[in-house]
T-cell receptor
Framework: KAGVTQTPRYLIKTRGQQVTLSCSPI?????VSWYQQTPGQGLQFLFE???????NKGNFPGRFSGRQFSNSRSEMNVSTLELGDSALYLC?????????????FGSGTRLTVV | TQLLEQSPQFLSIQEGENLTVYCNSS?????LQWYRQEPGEGPVLLVT?????EVKKLKRLTFQFGDARKDSSLHITAAQPGDTGLYLC???????????FGTGTRLQVTL
């Protein structure tokens, strides 16, 4: 079966702009989570969506938002980009909540803010 | 805030050697997962452990969950170059669906 697909793979944006990243989960997976990975902070949880509802949220500013569509595809948006937002953004999907089943991650979107 | 500390941070060994990676926390987790990540890719799930004291084996990899469900270890026997990568432990608390990732252990196995 197809894995988790994230688009685009690479993105370069200027400070102050906004960006939208997309994630298509594995077919049948209803939970989609987003993580930010940086060399200094490692992997940090952004938010999780299940059946179009945000079920959990990490400690990120309101500039970071997301949504999930009825087909379980998810998007995350970052507004007013800052240099510190440069990171690998990873999407992960799970059949349920991932606690028992584990997550399948996509290859990520590498965002560079200049 | 739940934190997961991994040790060592870096490990460079030769093919055939054994190694152990540790993942420690002061918090209790309902389950703990181990992932391996290669450059330019997302983490790949290796195992999930849910019961205190549980031991799982995956070929040359042995995973153990501490009795108190606060720590875990990953032991690799006879390491191979294909084991090279970033190893991450990740804990889940209660019914919450978010994972708290460890600080990571970067392993390099040379011929």
């Amino acid at each position: 079966k197809a894995g988790v697909t994230q688009t685009p793979r690479y993105l370069i944006k200027t400070r102050g702009q906004q960006v939208t990243l997309s994630c298509s989960p594995i077919s049948g997976h209803r939970s989609v989570s987003w993580y930010q990975q940086t060399p200094g902070q490692g992997l940090q949880f952004l938010f999780e969506y299940f059946s179009e509802t945000q079920r959990n949220k990490g400690n990120f500013p309101g500039r970071f938002s997301g949504r999930q569509f009825s087909n379980s595809r998810s998007e995350m948006n970052v507004s007013t980009l800052e240099l510190g937002d440069s990171a690998l953004y990873l999407c992960a999907s799970s059949y349920s909540n991932g606690v028992g089943y584990g997550y399948t991650f996509g290859s990520g979107t590498r965002l560079t803010v200049v | 805030t739940q934190l997961l500390e991994q040790s060592p941070q870096f490990l460079s060994i030769q093919e055939g050697e054994n190694l152990t990676v540790y993942c420690n926390s002061s918090s209790v987790f309902s389950s703990l997962q181990w992932y391996r990540q290669e450059p330019g890719e997302g983490p790949v799930l290796l195992v999930t452990v849910v019961t205190g004291g549980e031991v799982k084996k995956l070929k040359r990899l042995t995973f153990q969950f501490g009795d108190a469900r606060k720590d875990s270890s990953l032991h690799i026997t006879a390491a191979q170059p294909g084991d090279t990568g970033l190893y991450l432990c990740a804990g889940a608390g209660g019914t919450a669906s978010k994972l708290t990732f460890g600080t990571g252990t970067r392993l390099q196995v040379t011929l």
